[in-house]
């Protein structure tokens, strides 16, 4: 296996890596001959990101307390992170896997009208450490490779919704998982170096938090709140 350097492009472009040497220790140099350029994507490579993410997530209120909603808001923000895969080549056709991770920093807020005012709900979501695990199929044109890609993610973050009344205490939702997919576009800039932009959809689903009433009553109540989250990157 051979290591190759990335280097990532402010805000669009993440950079990848290609490929392994041939048995003979030799490194490849593409177009130099018939059969390196049949499997020029094969191997394994690693590579570093940076883009933007943006989102939106939905709060419903599930069991009183305030108005069930959904009460929306938009999120937003850089991402960066390190990938390492494997490539198979068979003719014009590439097909592999990734493991990717990094920070999303996709935050936002908004406010839910509370039962007694001036009192409000304040909802937020956080920004935290991703890890994707995906697939990815693609063809060759020449030195490019456009390719789909899809997957299973997990989001370290927490979405959570507290009000201004007193007597409450608020716990916020675990991290989220889910469905990741996108696709991409790679070009070849040396036998050993790439260059990639891609996007990419991810849908966490739903998680649960609540605030626990500790001055009104029912004293011990927990007034549900879930959070469904969504965010795409462009990297």
């Known amino acids: 296996m051979r ?3 990335i280097a990532a492009l402010a805000l669009a472009l993440s950079a990848t890596a290609v490929q392994a040497e041939g048995s003979s220790g030799r490194g490849r140099i593409v177009g130099d001959e ?3 350029r049949a499997s020029i994507w ?7 990101n940076i883009g933007y993410a943006w989102g939106g997530v939905d709060v419903r209120d599930t069991n009183g307390g305030v108005l069930p909603g959904p009460f929306s808001y938009d999120t937003d923000g850089f991402t960066g ?11 014009g056709i590439g097909l592999g896997f990734e493991i990717e991770g990094g920070y999303m920093d ?7 009208p509370s039962s007694t005012p001036p009192n409000f709900q304040a909802i937020d979501l956080d920004g935290g450490w991703y890890g994707i695990a995906a697939g990815r199929l693609g063809f060759t044109i020449g030195n490019a490779l456009i390719y789909g890609k899809g997957g299973w993610a997990y989001w370290d973050t927490s979405a959570g919704q507290k009000t201004t009344k007193p007597g409450y205490i608020t716990h916020r939702t675990d991290g989220f998982q889910g469905i990741v997919y996108g696709g991409g576009v790679e070009h070849l800039l ?3 170096v790439s260059i990639r932009v891609e996007y990419l959809h991810f849908n966490f689903g ?4 609540d605030q626990e009433s500790t001055g009104d009553t029912p004293i011990g109540f ?4 879930k959070h469904d989250v969504s965010v795409d990157t462009v990297k």
């Open 3 to 5: 290591i190759i350097l």
């Open 34 to 36: 018939p059969s390196s």
């Open 42 to 48: 094969a191997g394994a490579y690693a590579g570093l």
């Open 81 to 91: 992170g390190a990938t390492l895969g494997y490539n198979h080549q068979i003719n």
């Open 106 to 112: 996709s935050r936002g807020s908004g406010k839910i």
């Open 190 to 192: 040396t036998d050993r």
């Open 206 to 209: 739903s998680e649960i938090g």
């Open 222 to 225: 927990k007034y549900l709140n």
